[in-house]
Every structure is written in structure tokens, then in C-alpha cells.
């Protein structure tokens, strides 16, 4: 997918919608999402959990949590819209960007667990689609990404908080998941912190690069591809197939 394409946000209304209603549209697209796939689609179960965190910003920023409730609306719309896209594109048979061709392509894997499903989305929607949505706002707000910065910390500290919930809903109980259970070690390969610490480093070099188009999107490919090995790593088939 071009530089150029993947820069330039999907609109959903964000400014015609007062700051503190503007998540609900992606909100209500997520819930039509969860309610058409059948739960046991990898890409449903990552829907799942990252509907519930889409909420709970939204809950956040109704009750006063983000000091500046207009840009953190408008992070966490530009964010969902990138899922929304792929989703949008895949159903029209278009390609997915690379960093989600993995769990597109073995969504249906039946020796693909469930947690690695949802930290393959993570992974795909952190490493990659987050650095987007942080230009895609700064764009939208006329500010820079220091200005945002607030904003993207608190954001990444719900994420935090989702990934620990995944963690125990998904995970296999003690007596299941051995050490010598290869989930084991996947999980050790993978930080969600780290993705974090990318995606902010990736957002203010996208930025940087914003007059030097070639640059910019060849870093953004490169990231792109980066970020889908990763993915493939996650859903390394570990259950028996059949």
C-alpha cells in the first residue's frame, strides 16, 4: 500500500461530532463487526477485545480523564479507522496492508489459538497503524506530535491494561500452559511496551518526513512489512490441525 494512501485518514465524521460522542460511530461499526463473524474467526477475536478497549477510551474521555478531550478523541477515531479500513478493504477483495495479511490469512487456522489471534491485531494495530493515526491527527488538529503526546501515553496505558485482560481471559490455565508449551514462548518474543515505544518512534519520523514523500514512504513500507513478520510470528500454528 502507497505512503500516500495509507497517510491520509479515513474520514468518519470526527468534526461534525461533538468531542466527547466521536468515538461512537467506530463504536457501533466494531459491534456490527462482532455480530456478522463467528466468534472463532481470528480476526473476530481480536475485534472482541479491541472493541472493548474502544469503549472503555470512550467511557474515559466522557468522564473527563484526557485533559484534552477533542484530541483525544480525534487519536482514537483516526486509530479505529485504520482497523475499520482493512476490514473494509479485505471485504471488497482488496489486499490487506502487509502488517495484517497475517491474521487475515489464518483466521480460520485451526491450529492458531486464540490469544495468539489477538496479539497478532495487537501487534498489527500498534506497530504499524498507530504511528499512522498519530500523523493522521496531528494532520487533523494542526499540532505536532509532542503536542499529543499526553494523549498517546494514556491511550497506551488502557492498552496496557486490555493486554493483561486478554492475557488472563485467553491464556490457558497454569495447568495447561507449561513451560514447554511453545505459547509459552512466543508470549516472551512479543512486548506490548515495546510496540508502544516503536509506534511513538515511527510516528515523529513520519512526521519529520512529511515534506520528503519518497522518504516517507518507503520508511512506512518498510514499517509495514516489519511489522507483519512479527505477525507471522504470532500465529505460528501450534495446536494439532484436524
Known sequence: MAQTQQIAAPRAGTEEIGPFTAVDPVVERMRTIRSAWHPADGVAVFNRVYLTVTEEIG?????????????????DVRFAERYLSVVDAVATGRPAPACWRPLFTYRRHPGVRPLQFALAGINAHIGHDLA???????????CSPAELEDEFDRVGDVLVLLEERIREELMPGPDLLEIADPLTHLLGCWSLERARDGAWLAARSLWQLRELPDLAEEFSERLDRSVGLVGRMLLTPLAPCG
Open 132 to 142: 499512522l493515526a498519530v500523523v493522521d491527527s496531528c494532520r487533523a488538529l494542526e
Open 59 to 75: 467511557h474515559a474521555i466522557e468522564a473527563g480523564t484526557f485533559a484534552d478531550r477533542r484530541a483525544a478523541a480525534t487519536l
